[in-house]
């Protein structure tokens, strides 16, 4: 098998939402890498699968394919897939309907990536632990995780500008 090849054939899957089919061809090139001993392709094969199943209404299988990856990606240092691991894991757990346990999962990936300056997905980890904040009643939270998200976010949609300067009101007059 020639797996950059079949990578390249599961990204256009991919990126023709055809997500079930590109779950399966993630997870055979993932499987194929570890027969090579290729464990830290194979763990990010595995992550694009987990994704591609979430995408699919897969989320048990997402769960199961990404969890502990970040495990592979703390090993060798690399913060960004490391983090990006963890947040593929909690929006599994969303999913499911693991709330609490999602929650856990984005903040420990929000934290790392405010370490390492990873502005963008940080924002988008924000946006989903406003997003259980708010689910779970803790309004006053969710209002200060979506404040950090659009902070965070180098351009801002029209939608994000108005909610922006929402929040940026109920800060600065505490309504």
Same mark, same amino acid.
């Given at each position: 098998?020639?797996?950059?090849?079949?990578? $390249?054939?599961?990204?256009?899957?991919?990126?023709?939402?055809?997500?079930?089919?590109?779950?399966?061809?993630?997870?055979?090139?993932?499987?194929?890498?570890?027969?090579?001993? &290729?464990?830290?392709?194979?763990?990010?094969?595995?992550?694009?699968?987990?994704?591609?199943?979430?995408?699919?209404?897969?989320?048990?299988?997402? =769960?199961?394919?990404?969890?502990?990856?970040?495990?592979?990606?703390?090993?060798?240092?690399?913060?960004?897939?490391?983090?990006?691991?963890?947040?593929?894991?909690?929006?599994?757990?969303?999913?499911?309907? &693991? &709330?609490?346990?999602?929650? $856990?999962? =984005?903040? &420990?990936?929000?934290?790392?990536?405010?370490?390492?300056?990873?502005?963008?997905?940080?924002?988008?980890?924000?946006?989903?632990?406003?997003?259980?904040?708010?689910?779970?009643?803790?309004?006053?939270?969710?209002?200060? $995780?979506?404040?950090?998200?659009?902070?965070?976010?180098?351009?801002? $949609?029209?939608?994000?500008?108005?909610?922006?300067?929402?929040?940026?009101?109920?800060?600065?007059?505490?309504?």
């Amino acid at each position: 098998m020639n797996t950059e090849k079949e990578a $390249s054939k599961a990204f256009q899957l991919f990126h023709q939402k055809k997500f079930s089919e590109a779950a399966s061809s993630f997870e055979e090139i993932a499987f194929q890498l570890n027969a090579e001993n &290729k464990e830290f392709s194979a763990t990010e094969m595995m992550n694009n699968a987990s994704v591609a199943y979430l995408l699919s209404g897969n989320p048990q299988k997402a =769960y199961e394919l990404s969890q502990n990856t970040h495990l592979t990606f703390q090993e060798i240092g690399d913060w960004k897939n490391y983090a990006l691991a963890l947040g593929n894991q909690a929006s599994a757990l969303e999913n499911l309907g &693991k &709330k609490e346990l999602a929650l $856990s999962y =984005y903040q &420990k990936a929000a934290d790392k990536l405010h370490e390492i300056g990873e502005k963008e997905s940080r924002a988008y980890i924000m946006k989903r632990i406003s997003a259980l904040q708010i689910q779970s009643g803790d309004q006053f939270g969710a209002l200060c $995780s979506m404040t950090v998200a659009l902070n965070n976010l180098p351009k801002l $949609s029209p939608r994000e500008k108005f909610l922006k300067k929402l929040t940026d009101l109920v800060i600065k007059f505490g309504i």
